[in-house]
């Protein structure tokens, strides 16, 4: 069965401490993303990454990283520095090709209190 | 101005009527378009590619008109399946979208 998975569903922290979360994809596909969507509002693009081994910053990439170590896995770091972090995190991939669409995982909805 | 505006709505739609919502962007570069479907709480699913000469899938039309710079889509007969917010979204250069703010529609007995 191929698809996109994040895990946790729900994630809770205290305010100070870094989490990462984790986006995992068996479609073979080169590209993936990090978006941020806060109630009532668009997605906002955190860091993407075109191959391994290389990611690039995306409109609100402050207070994020991200790793791209293997194909499969784009792992996203909310670090400390991040100041309002809760919202609900979405990882998306798509193939290499330019005019491809992108396909989402469920999203990671992170409390941070 | 927003690189991509959506109307937030809510559209609200007697079950069987038909509803139609725009899109509107900023830059005239983008090459690809994308209406995408979110329930509440849950991921965006694709729900249609747009193409310059329009298409149709079932009960769903898209259309891009690159002079005024805007895609649209109609849904006919709709179904209460069909309550959702419907992002919209577009590609510039390279591999990224950007996102409209998304159009939540109401379908009502």
């Not at chain 1, 991200?66 to 194909?71: D, F």
């Not at chain 2, 149709?56 to 709709?78: H, K, V």
Request: charged share 20%.
């Amino acid at each position: 069965d191929g698809g996109i998975t994040q895990s946790p569903k729900y994630l809770f922290r205290k305010e100070g401490q870094n989490v990462t979360l984790s986006c995992e994809q068996n479609l073979n596909h080169d590209a993936m993303y990090w978006y941020r969507q806060d109630p009532g509002q668009g997605l906002r693009l955190i860091y993407y990454s075109q191959i391994v081994n290389d990611f690039q910053k995306g409109d609100i990439a402050e207070g994020y990283s991200v790793s791209r170590e293997k194909k499969e896995s784009f792992p996203l770091t909310v670090t400390s520095a991040q100041k309002n972090p809760t919202a609900f995190y979405l990882c998306a991939s798509s193939p290499a090709t330019s005019i491809s669409e992108q396909y989402f995982g469920p999203g990671t909805r992170l409390t941070v209190t | 101005r927003k690189e991509v505006e959506q109307d937030p709505g809510p559209f609200n739609v007697p079950e069987g009527a038909t509803v139609a919502f725009n899109c509107t962007y900023s830059n005239s570069a983008s090459q690809s378009f994308f209406w995408y479907r979110q329930d509440c709480r849950k991921e965006p699913k694709l729900l249609m590619s747009v193409y310059s000469s329009g298409n149709e899938d079932g009960r769903f039309t898209a259309q891009l008109n690159r002079a005024s710079q805007y895609i649209s889509l109609l849904i006919r007969d709709s179904k209460l399946s069909d309550s959702a917010t419907y992002l919209c979204a577009l590609r510039a250069a390279g591999n990224k979208l950007t996102f409209g703010g998304g159009t939540r529609v109401l379908v009502k007995p």
